[in-house]
């Protein structure tokens, strides 16, 4: 049984640890206001480029669309690009992404496609490579990174694109976690190539005809590899958003989880102390009564 002072030093450990949990809870917090206005700010554009790639497409038919836009008409190559954070301390967002992510892979798998990986962030990578070691493509680190821009993303859509134009892959699919209040976090599937065009988002011209120059062929070209590092970009901020509210909650939960502890534990402590103290007195009376 544990002396008053391994209690003692028991105690002290966890009053240690809540005070580390709780300084990283604020610092989380802090770092989410600014992660989650990044998020916030870059749907619009990624919406608006979405609604410009669509209002193209509608207006392509035949075998002049772009290979980016329709695809190469083969499934069997896969590209899964997985992007989680650096860090852990975050509960379940990294593994409840990877996990997303396995069950795609076991699927294309199991129809007999070929697959390949590229992982966004050390936590993904350091998960996924025990079983897909061999499968990965590239694994890029962010941690170095304090601001996410397009310039970031932008070897990362390079490859992607490399990856598709040289025929190594069919269909690329993106993993990441959608950002959808501070208490959830929605593990996410996007498909980057062929673009996933949203037929919702054609603006209503009014019966106008519009005639581009250059071709939407052209336009098309240009603006498909830059929509993918838009979206890629979007989906990372979404990523960074939900990884500072996850570690938010899971901090919160450990400091709360810390105070239950020392409390049981003090009570514990303060019963020992008590039963011992009795212990010594009786001891005391019963020798004096001796006397």
């Known amino acids: 049984m544990a002396s008053l002072k391994d209690m003692r030093t028991q105690i002290g450990s966890v009053k240690a ?55 190469n008409g083969s499934t069997t190559h896969q590209l899964v690009v997985v992007a989680t954070a650096d860090r852990g ?50 694994s890029f680190d962010l941690s170095g990174t304090k601001v996410l821009t397009i310039d970031v993303v932008a070897p990362i859509a390079d490859l992607i694109a ?59 070209e240009t603006l498909l590899p830059r929509n993918l590092s838009v979206q890629l970009l979007a989906s990372l901020l979404e990523n960074n958003a939900g990884f500072y509210a996850s570690q938010m909650s899971a901090m919160d939960n450990a400091t709360r989880n810390a105070g239950e502890m020392i409390n049981a534990m003090t009570l514990k402590y303060n019963r020992k102390r008590q039963a011992q103290i009795t212990t010594e007195l009786i001891e005391i009376i019963a020798g004096a009564e001796a006397l």
């Open 17 to 71: 640890t809540q005070k580390i949990t709780k300084a990283m809870q604020m610092v989380a917090a802090a770092k989410l206001k600014r992660a989650q206005d990044s998020a916030e700010n870059a749907r619009p554009y990624a919406k608006r480029m979405a609604a410009v790639i669509a209002n193209l497409a509608k207006g392509i038919t035949g075998d002049s669309a772009p290979q980016m836009l329709v695809g």
């Open 89 to 138: 301390l975050a509960g379940g967002f990294n593994s409840n992404i990877v996990r997303a992510a396995r069950e795609f892979i076991s699927q294309q798998t199991a129809a007999g496609n070929k697959v390949r990986l590229i992982t966004i962030g050390r936590k993904g990578r350091d998960q996924l490579k025990r079983q897909f070691g061999d499968k990965i493509v590239e």
């Open 162 to 220: 490399r990856e598709f134009s040289e025929g190594r892959a069919d269909v690329v699919t993106l993993f990441y976690s959608r950002f959808q209040s501070v208490i959830a976090q929605v593990p996410s599937a996007k498909r980057l190539i062929p673009a996933d065009v949203d037929l919702s988002a054609v603006e209503d011209t009014h019966g106008a005809v519009y005639e581009y120059e250059p071709s939407e062929e052209e336009l098309l």
